[in-house]
């Protein structure tokens, strides 16, 4: 047997064997050609065997470790998954018709209804989104009705009562859609700039209005009647939700899986559809959105209606909001 093969490593043990302690004539004894045959295919048989249990060993522990787990972590067949940020909706007295089945991490919720006119409910998470990055779904098992619903992350204070987006003054970022269309929405805060060019745009209506002959009486009879109509415009409002990006996420439909994806740290909002990546919600100049330091909970509007002809023939959205979910991997 040659030296080139100095070591055999028996990995399971963390022993290392020379391999002169498995096989090694005295020198100072003579042996018979046949014996040093007899002794060197001894010797191969030897390796052969203890090479055979190495690789045995190796292979039983290896077993115990799953794709590129890091060193010492041991699974159990699985990735092991940490525990995300999970939540309970809060049930206000003003709700109407709300039906919940909670179940460990899923929160089955519908709206029975009566009126035929309908009405909706904003439900609300019952803790403040923490740092780092959260995640949470709303599946719909049903959406009969093809109106508007909408989903995201708003202040705590909102008029439950109300739709996410026309509460005033009340933030809210998200995703709101029908079978049919789909918009963005972001809270616009109310500018000093956005006043002055308001006045800005009085101003040149007024200029084109004097030119006109029906108008020559304008300074008496149409300007104080647009100067009250203008005189609160982005004045004494903190802001409010607006809409946009119309038709650039998908609509809501039966089985359409919404995932809302929130990092406080980098005050971003991110939207998934389905298990697919959607992007970021940008703000009113195209930049992403900065949520940083505010106080957001999960927010969704949902909408019911009953009918003339009895209860069989109301329709409200059913949907399971599922918490409590880690993070997918982006993109």
């Known amino acids: 047997i040659q030296e080139p093969i100095s070591r055999l490593r028996v990995a399971a043990f963390g022993a290392t064997l020379p391999t002169s302690s498995l096989f090694a004539a005295t020198p100072a004894m003579a042996i018979p050609h046949s014996a040093q045959k007899r002794a060197g295919r001894s010797a191969v048989l030897a390796l052969a065997a203890a090479g055979a249990l190495s690789w045995k060993l190796l292979s039983v522990s290896s077993s115990t470790f799953v794709g590129s ?35 460990g991490g899923k929160i089955e919720l519908t709206t029975k209804v009566t009126s035929s006119g309908g009405y909706w409910n904003t439900v609300l998470g019952d803790k403040p989104l923490p740092a780092g990055r959260s995640y949470f779904e709303v599946h719909f098992r049903d959406k009969p009705d093809d109106v508007m619903e909408y989903i995201g992350v708003a202040e705590p204070s909102v008029d439950v009562t109300l739709p996410l987006h026309k509460n005033k003054e009340k933030e809210f970022y998200g995703w709101g859609a029908s079978h049919s269309n789909s918009a963005t929405y972001k809270f616009l805060a109310c500018k000093p700039e956005y006043r002055k060019s308001q006045e800005a745009h009085i101003k040149r209506m007024e200029d084109k209005l004097k030119k006109v002959k029906e108008f020559e009486d304008y300074d008496k009879k149409a300007k ?45 909002l991110s939207f998934w559809e389905n298990g697919k990546y959607l992007g970021l919600l940008h703000d009113v100049d195209n930049k992403p959105m900065n949520l940083k330091g505010k106080k957001l909970v999960p927010a969704m509007s949902f909408f019911g209606r009953g009918s003339f002809s009895g209860p069989q023939y109301a329709s409200a959205s059913n949907v399971v909001i599922r918490t409590g979910l880690e993070p997918p991997p982006l993109p």
């Open 224 to 268: 104080p009647k647009l100067s009250e109509t203008c005189a609160t415009w982005w004045t004494g409002l903190k802001g409010m939700s607006v809409g946009g990006d119309p038709m650039r996420l998908p609509p809501f439909t039966k089985g359409t899986t919404v995932g809302i994806d929130v990092d406080m740290d980098k005050g971003t």
């Open 69 to 103: 787990a890091s060193p010492g972590l041991r699974t159990t067949g699985t990735t092991a998954r940490r525990a995300g940020y999970a939540f309970d909706v809060v049930v206000a007295d003003k709700h109407r018709g709300i039906v919940l089945d909670k179940n």
